[in-house]
C-alpha cells in the first residue's frame, strides 16, 4: 500500500465503514484517520490503544504464545474492530475500523479488513 491516507480511503470503502485509523498502541497516537464515526475518532484510537496494550500484558503474564488478529467490540449502533498488525513493517500498529450495524456485513468486513490490513507497512 502506497501510504497510510489510502489505506485509510481503502478500509472506509468497506460497505458500513463510518470510521477508520491506523494506530500506534504504546503512544495511543493515530498516524493516520478518517470518516465519520459520530465520535472523536483519535480519542477513541487512544482509548483503544490501552485495550490492545491491556490484552498483550495479560497474555504476557498468562505465557500465551500467539499474536492477537483481531479484538471485537460490540455495541448497540456499532461494530468496533481492532486488527492488530504483526508483520515486522507495522509491528505496534493497529487498524481501528468502526461499522454501522445497519450496513456493515460482519464477516465480510473482518475478511475484507483483514486482507487491507496485510499490507499496511510504516
Known sequence: ?????????????????TGAA???????????????PGFDLGVAAAGNSNV????????????VDSDIEDIL????????LINVLNS???KGLFVYLVLDRTYANL????HK????A?????
Open 107 to 110: 464477516a465480510l468486513a473482518r
Open 22 to 36: 491506523v494506530v500506534d498502541y504504546s503512544s495511543g497516537m493515530a498516524l493516520a484517520q478518517g470518516g465519520n
Open 88 to 90: 515486522s513493517g507495522s
Open 118 to 122: 496485510k499490507d499496511i507497512t510504516i
Open 73 to 80: 467490540i460490540t455495541l448497540g449502533t456499532q461494530y468496533h
Open 52 to 63: 490492545v496494550s491491556a490484552k498483550l500484558r495479560t497474555m504476557a503474564e498468562l505465557s
Open 1 to 17: 500500500m502506497s501510504t497510510l491516507d489510502e489505506a485509510i480511503k481503502q478500509l472506509l470503502a468497506i460497505e458500513g465503514a
Open 113 to 116: 479488513l483483514k486482507n487491507l
